[in-house]
């Protein structure tokens, strides 16, 4: 595709469900980045790709988050046991080098958790 | 602690009203300054990176310049389609350019 492809693009979730969240970058793209973004506020740095090695996670808030790209190409963010506070929406971005100093942002995925 | 504080919050300009957003960072050692254009429903939009003071770069209706304490986003006669939530970012220290710190955005509104 043209863009950095999200889905679901509305996931609503009961509090304690695990959740999957998807991402598929613009082909060839080196780089990966998750973003999570509450209401009114900027987007917050979660995890980073580099092909298949994650080598960034320190944004993740706590042992539930977790990312993964096994191909250096989908990612998928799951989160375990959610709770209420998780609810946002959460952006992938796809850069095409390693300097990263261009983002391509697909347009997220809105989690509500009940 | 390395931080970004944009102003207004909230900015509404009649269409052809030029005006001026500003982004304040307090980095030491800065890496680059990015400017990105949020759309609702939408991830951010690449617009701008400025990379030393006195730098400034221009894309239509916007011009951005930088100094050492902050960032102008110049909007020149704008139009309704630019109505959109304007971000700017720098990078964490000592981490990749694209592990960005964003502020939390001005939103624009351009009525007719």
């Known amino acids: 595709g043209a863009g950095v492809s999200q889905s679901p693009r509305y996931k609503v979730a009961k509090r304690g469900q695990d959740v999957a969240l998807r991402c598929d970058p613009i082909?060839?793209?080196?780089?990966l980045f998750w973003y999570q973004q509450a209401l009114g506020q900027g987007p917050e740095f979660l995890t980073y790709?580099?092909?298949?090695?994650?080598?960034?996670k320190s944004g993740l808030p706590s042992d539930r988050f977790f990312a993964e790209r096994p191909e250096g190409s989908v990612s998928t963010l799951k989160i375990q046991r959610t709770q209420q506070e998780d609810s946002a929406v959460y952006l992938c971005?796809?850069?095409?080098?390693?300097?990263?100093?261009?983002?391509?942002f697909g347009s997220g995925t809105q989690l509500s958790v009940l | 602690e390395d931080q970004v504080t944009q102003s207004p919050e909230a900015l509404r300009l009649q269409e052809g009203e030029s005006s001026s957003l500003n982004c304040s960072y307090t980095?030491?050692?800065?890496?680059?300054l990015f400017w990105y254009r949020q759309d609702p429903g939408k991830g951010p939009e690449f617009l701008f990176t400025l990379y030393s003071a006195g730098e400034e770069k221009e894309k239509e209706r916007l011009k951005a310049t930088l100094t050492k304490k902050e960032s102008f986003l110049h909007i020149t006669a704008p139009k309704p389609e630019d109505s959109a939530t304007y971000l700017c970012a720098v990078p964490y220290r000592g981490s990749t350019l694209g592990r960005l710190y964003f502020g939390r955005g001005t939103q624009l509104t351009v009525w007719p």
């Open positions: 082909s060839g793209h080196v780089s």
């Open positions: 980095v030491s050692g800065l890496r680059g």
């Open positions: 790709f580099q092909n298949e090695a994650q080598l960034d």
């Open positions: 971005a796809s850069s095409l080098a390693e300097a990263n100093e261009k983002l391509f």
